[in-house]
């Protein structure tokens, strides 16, 4: 297939043309490089364009001969969602309307679409299966939910056909050491813990340890980023048109904030100071994914369960690129 991804220059759609190519597909990228690399993309397939920019994305589906999309062109920080929400429903919700009907105008049916669990809000039970309410807390959370109802309603009424799946906290970088987490305001908390390693930061805080849990900090499912690329390629293959697929994409484990701290000491072996800060606004105690229904669906189980071996991929990473990715259009290729 000849698959578009959008967003293909950030962590987790560059782990995701990887694996594209490396199972045989024909990959363009679509990225207007806002936050995402081009080092991270392989030379010869960035197309620099907007999702807001339908005329463009219409004439890049048609000219190149696109069989499918891979859409993951959003913003993802939860504070800055609820700070500014204008940007995420301007760019997560009409900038995918946009590509939603410029798939139509071309007659591209197929689309894999990055949810996410912040869909789920403050559930009430733990793990969470796909039957869960979707109740989100923050408009990041709302702008995803928003596309996939609109996901449901091009699929019935337009024969689209679509998977939605529902990352967890996703982590970790490429075993081949090449591509990795490159955020310019970094926020999640394995590269903050794997920074203050590198002594690029004092220390890390951490936000809340009143929360209901078993050492009080907040528990998330760590789902390696290869682990969610091959999820994609999978669910890739098994669209159809006018139905869609809601899938959860976690290990079904969860850890705490103190137990990832913990494996960033063991993976690095250096110290990492700790702060004891307040909570931050709309994390819930605990997010972990009941991904049977992906097993099910997709044949899929994350080959990385355990906390240690997902750090040491990103302690690799940023051992190696402590400065994010080397400059210049496919730059993390010319040596891999
Ligand atoms: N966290 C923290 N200190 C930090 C960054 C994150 O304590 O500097 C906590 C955060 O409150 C959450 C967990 O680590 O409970 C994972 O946060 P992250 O931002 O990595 O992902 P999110 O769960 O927001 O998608």
Redo the contacts with the bound molecule.
Sequence with gaps: MRVLVTGGAGYVGCHAVDALLRAGHEVRVYDNLELGHAGAVPLGLLIEGDLAEGDKLSDVLSEQRIDAVMHFAAYST?GESVTDPGRYWHNNVLGTLSLLDAMRATNVRSLVFSST??TYGVPKKSPIAESTPQDPVNPYGMSKLTIERALADYASAYGLGYAALRYF?A?GASPHGHLGEAHANE????P?CLQAALGQSES?????VDYPTRDG????DYIHVDDLADAHLRALERLSPGAGLRLNLGTGRGFS?RE?IDACRRVSGREIHVEI?T??TG?PPE?VADPSRAREVLGWTARYSEIDPIVETAWQWHVAHPAGYPDGPGAAFEHS
């Design positions: 939860v669990c912040a906290n982590c926020s999640h908390l394995i903050i890390v805080t951490i936000f809340g900090t907040c528990i998330r904030v990832v800060g909570r931050r994390d997010l």
